[in-house]
Antibody
Framework: EVQLQESGPGLVKPSQSLSLTCSVT?????????WNWIRKFPGNKLEWMGY???????NYNPSLKSRISITRDTSKNQFFLQVNSVTTEDTATYYC????????WGQGASVTVSS | DIVLTQAPLSVSVTPGESASISCRSS???????????LYWYLQKPGKSPQLLIY???NLASGVPDRFSGSGSETDFTLKISKVETEDVGVYYC?????????FGSGTKLEIK
């Protein structure tokens, strides 16, 4: 059974970068599927941020394209999210999830952007 | 971007009764392959979202058959028959037809 788990700092200062790790067990991220980052804002809104696929190609939400980067470490079966120049509006719970149908999600990582 | 409009914002249901949630898309979600790329998720309190329905009407593995999905190319319904207390949470529709993937605003189901 595939399992995903997010990790990273829970507090980031404005203008700095947010970095999160998704550790995957039970399935190799190089075998198939797309590996996504999705965030949930206070108030329930969900936003798809982007993915990295099994070949290492990425696709980002245009609303974030200039600030976001998704990379991976295949030796550790992990993929990463970096969001640059964060503001308080980036405060959210961040999830990693496997698609094509988002059938597996991590438990979520709460990130607060505050000075 | 494809906009998904959910209604109602919240619903309060007596256990054993039925509930329906609507999701309307700003664009047809029927692909050239004949697949309707509309999905339903439930986020229970304190948990991550879980897949309920895929491709408009297919029940995900392990999901009780009290849940069902239906619709057309732009108008979709999630029906929960005989609601149970474990069904509380926020329900989301989502489209995977084109990028960026988008979600509805969510419908909160509460138990009376």
């Amino acid at each position: 059974e595939v399992q995903l788990q997010e990790s990273g700092p829970g507090l980031v200062k404005p203008s700095q970068s947010l970095s999160l790790t998704c550790s995957v067990t039970g399935y190799s991220i190089t075998s198939s599927y797309r590996w996504n980052w999705i965030r949930k804002f206070p108030g329930n809104k969900l936003e798809w941020m982007g993915y990295i696929n099994s070949a290492g190609s990425t696709n980002y939400n245009p609303s974030l394209k200039s600030r976001i980067s998704i990379t991976r470490d295949t030796s550790k079966n992990q993929f990463f999210l970096q969001v640059n120049s964060v503001t308080t509006e980036d405060t959210a719970t961040y999830y990693c999830a496997r698609s094509n149908v988002m059938d597996a999600w991590g438990q979520g990582a709460s990130v607060t952007v505050s000075s | 971007d494809i906009v998904l409009t959910q209604a109602p914002l919240s619903v309060s249901v007596t256990p054993g009764e039925s509930a329906s949630i609507s999701c309307r898309s700003s664009k047809s979600l029927l692909s050239s392959k004949g697949i309707t790329s509309l999905y339903w998720y439930l986020q229970k309190p304190g948990k991550s979202p879980q897949l309920l329905i895929y491709r408009m009407s297919n029940l995900a593995s392990g999901v009780p058959d009290r849940f069902s999905g239906s619709g057309s190319e732009t108008d979709f319904t999630l029906k929960i028959s005989k609601v149970e207390t474990e069904d509380v949470g926020v329900y989301y529709c989502a489209q995977f037809l084109e990028y960026p993937l988008t979600f509805g605003s969510g419908t909160k189901l509460e138990i009376k």
